[in-house]
């Protein structure tokens, strides 16, 4: 599907999704946000494309949501923009295949965001995290008052978003806010090896882990012990649990086919 604001390029079941207004720092307007929700159906959707990596064109990651639009927003308009895009980042977050955000640059309200809602950061040593709303008045919309407390902790959470101060990428390091910090120059090759290393395992187990996960957040831990005894259960079923445990006993690489 073509995109106006975004490129999604795919590779060896890799796809790539780049959102492309550099001159804007790739701030998401309306416009952007709603292909970013056609985007990630499309991913979710085609049989060609096992893992989605997101990350922004020029020197920004994405410099927030599109202040220029923010900044007429009725209540009513605002709530249902917040909720707008707190569904299509949940779809990010929800997919069954993995995803990755290389964070090249500024990483800044909707762009922290849309990170926080991904599997799994790899920041180059260029990139700057932050949440900046209440400089402007308002708070994070797209899920950052709950993603950044359940990945950092309550008072580091408090305390990035009250301070709205900007962090480097090693203190997004430093806080686990980022899985991995890379040079710039890197950073494209430091995220396709890391998802190669989770495409190399089985697709079913992979995708059950992370629903377990996200899920059993949510849960007490003896509903997320029940969860994750069913996904146990349910893979035994698949036939990559057998190859992947017969190719163990027969010391040799499994060949998993995703059922
Ligand atoms: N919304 C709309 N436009 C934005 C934007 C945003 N969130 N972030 C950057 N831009 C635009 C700028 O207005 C500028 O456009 P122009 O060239 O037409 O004037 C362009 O992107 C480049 O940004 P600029 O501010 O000139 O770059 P900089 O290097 O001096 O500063 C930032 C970079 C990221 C520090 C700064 O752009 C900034 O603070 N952006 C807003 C971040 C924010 O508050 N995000 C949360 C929104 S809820």
Not at 114 to 132: D, N, T, W, Y
Not at 170 to 191: C, F, H, S, W
Not at 210 to 238: K, P, R
């Amino acid at each position: 599907m073509p995109y106006q604001f975004l490129t999604l390029a795919v590779e060896n079941r890799i796809a790539t999704l780049t959102v492309n207004r550099p001159d804007k720092l790739n701030a998401l307007n309306d416009a952007t946000i709603a292909e970013l929700g056609q985007a990630i159906d499309e991913v979710r959707a085609r049989d060609d494309i096992a893992g989605l990596i997101v990350t922004g064109a020029g020197r920004a990651f994405i410099a927030g949501a599109d202040i220029s639009e923010l900044s007429s927003q009725t209540p009513t308009i605002a709530k249902t923009r917040a909720q707008n895009g707190q569904s299509v980042f949940r779809r990010f977050e929800t997919s069954p295949k993995p995803v990755i955000a290389a964070v090249n640059g500024f990483a800044l309200g909707g762009g922290c965001e849309l990170a926080l809602a991904c599997h799994i950061r790899i920041a180059s040593e260029k990139a700057k995290f932050g949440q900046p709303e209440v400089k402007l008045g308002t708070c994070p919309g797209f899920g950052g008052t709950q993603r950044l407390s359940r990945l950092i902790g309550k008072g580091r959470a408090i305390q990035l978003i009250t301070t709205a101060e900007m962090i480097d990428a090693q203190e997004a390091y430093r806080i686990g806010l980022v899985n991995k910090v890379v040079p710039p120059d890197d950073l494209m090759t430091a995220t396709l090896e890391m998802m190669n290393t989770i495409l190399a395992n089985a697709p079913l187990a992979v995708a059950l882990c992370i629903e377990a996960i996200d899920h059993g957040l949510e849960m007490s831990l003896d509903e997320g012990l029940v969860l994750e005894a069913n996904h146990f259960g349910l893979l035994a079923a698949t036939e990559d649990m057998t190859e992947g445990m017969k190719a163990f006993l027969e010391k040799r690489a499994p060949a998993f086919k995703g059922r």
